[in-house]
């Protein structure tokens, strides 16, 4: 038989103390954390300009180089294309150009003449609208930091 202290297993609590839970979580799990409130109503205004300039920077700056890049890769193929075509390595049927490009600009005529949005996309620009108008601060230091980053 097993002694009152031999083998019996101790039910042991830990007890959390929620504050101290709070103060040792990491920053950004405060910063992008699941809240009840807009930014303007967590963060004062110097928190959401910083917030929104660096952010803004940074998809500017991303968005500079991305662009850059783009835009060289097509100018690079137009290029491309245009030097076969001079020196005979392809033959582009003009003909067929000018009727795919008139069919095209059919179509365009066509979709631009209803010009209703789907109740999807007039949702989600609702949406936009909502979160703009409660976070101006944020959305200002937001289109500030994009441009620099644009503009870096």
Same mark, same amino acid.
């Given at each position: ?60 700056? #991303? ?8 835009? $060289?890769?097509?100018?690079? /193929?137009? @290029? =491309? %294309?245009?030097? +076969? ?43 936009? #609208? ?8 944020? $959305?200002?230091?937001?289109? /500030?930091? @994009? =441009? %620099?980053?644009? +503009?870096?």
């Amino acid at each position: 038989m097993a002694g009152p202290g031999r083998g019996a297993k101790e039910d042991t609590f830990h007890v959390l103390d929620l504050a101290e839970y709070t103060k040792n979580r990491p920053w950004w799990r405060k910063v992008f954390g699941p809240s009840s409130g807009s930014s303007a109503e967590k963060y004062n205004v110097a928190t959401q300009l910083v917030i929104g300039g660096v952010t803004g920077w940074c998809t500017g700056f #991303i968005f500079q180089k991305v662009g850059k890049l783009a835009a $060289t890769a097509v100018g690079g /193929g137009f @290029f =491309l %294309l245009q030097v +076969a075509n001079h020196t005979g390595y392809i033959k582009v049927d003009w003909k067929l150009v000018e009727r795919d490009v008139n069919k095209a600009k059919q179509q365009l005529k066509l979709h631009s003449s209803g010009n209703k949005m789907s109740p999807e996309v007039k949702s989600r620009v609702d949406e936009v #609208i909502i979160f703009l108008k409660k976070n101006v601060i944020l $959305t200002g230091g937001f289109a /500030g930091g @994009f =441009l %620099l980053g644009m +503009a870096s």
